[in-house]
C-alpha cells in the first residue's frame, strides 16, 4: 500500500482574495509559506528587534545609561564589580538579540547558510558572556531579594542550558531539536520585554499599598545626590531620622515606603515588584513557546525526516529516542515521521 495521501485529503487553498494575494506578495519572499507564520514573525521578531534597537544607546554605560537608571542601582553600578558585569551584559545581549532577528528568517536559513552559521556561533558566544555578566550584577540587582536572584539565576540559567542544547543539537545534525531549543532560548530571554509591561502597573498598585522596605541611609543620600540635590540641602537626615547626623556615611537601615515622593521610594516599588514581574514574564513565555510547538508539528516532522536524511548521509546510526519519535523532553509527535515520506511531511507543513 504507498504511504503517499490521497489528494482529498489536503484540499486546495482555493482562490485567494485581494488582501492575501498582497500579503503573499510581501512574506513569500521572506521564505514563509504560511500566512499565520507571518504576522508571529512580525509581532515577536519585530518586538526583538525593536528592543534591541532602542536600547543600544545604552551601550554607554558611564553616561546614557546611568543617566536613566534609579539611584539604588547606580549605587552598584559605578563599583567596579558592578560596572563590569552590567558593561559586560549590556554589551553583548544587545548585539546578541539583534542578530537573532535574522536567524528566523526563513530565506537567510536557507538561501545564506553560511551566514545563518557564523551568524549563530557569534550569538551563542555573545549570550554566554552576556549571562555571565547577568551573574555578576544579580546579588544587588533590584535590590537584591532573594525572589530577584532566583528569578534571574533561573532566565540566565535556562538561557545557557537551551542554546547549548541549541548547539549540541546542531552539531549531531537534529534540525528539529535545534531550531525548538532556539526558538526557546530566545522567547524565553524576550521575557524581559514582557516584564516592563507588567512592572509598570505592578509597581502603581504596591505604591497604594503602603508597602516598606529597608534601605540602607548611605544610599538614600547618594540617590539625592545623584539627581542633583546639594548635600546641604539633601533631605535624607530630615526624612529619616534614624539615619542620624551623617546620612551620607551611615550603614544603618531605615523603613522606606514605596511610592513617588523620592529617589528612594521609587526604588522601593522597583525592587518589590522586579522579581513578580519577572516571574509572570517568564510563565507567559515558557507557556507559549510550548503551545507554538505544539501547534506547528507540521514542520517538526519536516525538520525531522531532514535530519534523519541528513544523519544517515554523514553516517550517523538513529538512537532510540530519535526512532520513537521524542525530543529532549519526551514524546512530542504521534506521527511516525521515521517512515513518512518527505513529501507528505512537507504537504502537513
Same mark, same amino acid.
Given at each position: 500500500?504507498?504511504?503517499?495521501?490521497?489528494?482529498?485529503?489536503?484540499?486546495?487553498?482555493?482562490?485567494?482574495?485581494?488582501?492575501?494575494?498582497?500579503?503573499?506578495?510581501?512574506?513569500?519572499?521572506?521564505?514563509?509559506?504560511?500566512?499565520?507564520?507571518?504576522?508571529?514573525?512580525?509581532?515577536?521578531?519585530?518586538?526583538?528587534?525593536?528592543?534591541?534597537?532602542?536600547?543600544?544607546?545604552?551601550?554607554?554605560?558611564?553616561?546614557?545609561?546611568?543617566?536613566?537608571?534609579?539611584?539604588?542601582?547606580?549605587?552598584?553600578?559605578?563599583?567596579?564589580?558592578?560596572?563590569?558585569?552590567?558593561?559586560?551584559?549590556?554589551?553583548?545581549?544587545?548585539?546578541?538579540?539583534?542578530?537573532?532577528?535574522?536567524?528566523?528568517?526563513?530565506?537567510?536559513?536557507?538561501?545564506?547558510?553560511?551566514?545563518?552559521?557564523?551568524?549563530?556561533?557569534?550569538?551563542?558566544?555573545?549570550?554566554?558572556?552576556?549571562?555571565?555578566?547577568?551573574?555578576?550584577?544579580?546579588?544587588?540587582?533590584?535590590?537584591?531579594?532573594?525572589?530577584?536572584? %532566583?528569578?534571574?539565576?533561573? $532566565?540566565?540559567? /535556562?538561557? +545557557? @542550558?537551551?542554546?547549548?542544547?541549541?548547539? !549540541?543539537?546542531?552539531? &549531531?545534525?537534529?534540525?528539529?531539536?535545534?531550531?525548538?531549543?532556539?526558538?526557546?532560548?530566545?522567547?524565553?530571554?524576550?521575557?524581559?520585554? %514582557?516584564?516592563?509591561?507588567? $512592572?509598570?502597573? /505592578?509597581? +502603581? @498598585?504596591?505604591?497604594?499599598?503602603?508597602? !516598606?522596605?529597608?534601605? &540602607?541611609?548611605?544610599?538614600?543620600?547618594?540617590?539625592?545626590?545623584?539627581?542633583?540635590?546639594?548635600?546641604?540641602?539633601?533631605?535624607?537626615?530630615?526624612?529619616?531620622?534614624?539615619?542620624?547626623?551623617?546620612?551620607?556615611?551611615?550603614?544603618?537601615?531605615?523603613?522606606?515606603?514605596?511610592?513617588?515622593?523620592?529617589?528612594?521610594?521609587?526604588?522601593?516599588?522597583?525592587?518589590?515588584?522586579?522579581?513578580?514581574?519577572?516571574?509572570?514574564?517568564?510563565?507567559?513565555?515558557?507557556?507559549?513557546?510550548?503551545?507554538?510547538?505544539?501547534?506547528?508539528?507540521?514542520?517538526?516532522?519536516?525538520?525531522?525526516?531532514?535530519?534523519?536524511?541528513?544523519?544517515?548521509?554523514?553516517?550517523?546510526?538513529?538512537?532510540?529516542?530519535?526512532?520513537?519519535?521524542?525530543?529532549?523532553?519526551?514524546?512530542?509527535?504521534?506521527?511516525?515521521?521515521?517512515?513518512?515520506?518527505?513529501?507528505?511531511?512537507?504537504?502537513?507543513?
Amino acid at each position: 500500500m504507498s504511504n503517499t495521501p490521497s489528494k482529498s485529503a489536503f484540499p486546495p487553498r482555493g482562490n485567494a482574495n485581494g488582501f492575501v494575494s498582497f500579503s503573499r506578495k510581501i512574506y513569500n519572499p521572506l521564505g514563509f509559506k504560511h500566512g499565520y507564520n507571518f504576522p508571529l514573525f512580525v509581532i515577536l521578531v519585530g518586538a526583538l528587534l525593536g528592543f534591541s534597537l532602542s536600547r543600544f544607546m545604552l551601550l554607554d554605560v558611564g553616561g546614557t545609561f546611568l543617566k536613566g537608571t534609579l539611584p539604588s542601582e547606580v549605587y552598584y553600578y559605578i563599583q567596579s564589580r558592578g560596572r563590569i558585569g552590567i558593561t559586560m551584559h549590556l554589551g553583548t545581549i544587545m548585539p546578541a538579540a539583534f542578530l537573532a532577528c535574522f536567524q528566523f528568517v526563513p530565506v537567510i536559513r536557507h538561501k545564506v547558510i553560511l551566514f545563518h552559521r557564523i551568524n549563530g556561533y557569534i550569538i551563542i558566544l555573545l549570550l554566554f558572556v552576556s549571562n555571565a555578566g547577568v551573574f555578576m550584577i544579580a546579588r544587588h540587582a533590584a535590590g537584591g531579594h532573594p525572589h530577584t536572584q %532566583t528569578i534571574i539565576g533561573i $532566565l540566565g540559567t /535556562a538561557t +545557557t @542550558i537551551s542554546v547549548s542544547l541549541a548547539y !549540541y543539537n546542531i552539531k &549531531r545534525l537534529r534540525i528539529d531539536r535545534h531550531r525548538a531549543w532556539m526558538l526557546r532560548t530566545w522567547v524565553w530571554a524576550g521575557s524581559i520585554i %514582557t516584564l516592563r509591561l507588567v $512592572l509598570l502597573p /505592578a509597581m +502603581t @498598585i504596591v505604591d497604594k499599598m503602603e508597602f !516598606y522596605e529597608a534601605q &540602607r541611609c548611605d544610599k538614600i543620600f547618594f540617590g539625592y545626590d545623584s539627581v542633583g540635590v546639594p548635600a546641604a540641602h539633601n533631605p535624607t537626615a530630615q526624612l529619616y531620622p534614624g539615619c542620624g547626623s551623617d546620612p551620607a556615611t551611615s550603614k544603618a537601615h531605615v523603613a522606606v515606603p514605596a511610592g513617588s515622593a523620592g529617589p528612594e521610594n521609587v526604588s522601593v516599588g522597583y525592587n518589590l515588584t522586579f522579581g513578580l514581574a519577572a516571574f509572570i514574564a517568564l510563565v507567559i513565555h515558557v507557556v507559549g513557546v510550548e503551545v507554538y510547538l505544539h501547534v506547528t508539528p507540521g514542520e517538526t516532522e519536516r525538520l525531522r525526516v531532514v535530519s534523519r536524511e541528513r544523519r544517515a548521509k554523514a553516517g550517523m546510526e538513529a538512537d532510540d529516542t530519535e526512532r520513537a519519535g521524542e525530543d529532549d523532553f519526551g514524546k512530542y509527535s504521534s506521527i511516525d515521521a521515521e517512515s513518512m515520506p518527505l513529501g507528505e511531511v512537507n504537504s502537513r507543513r
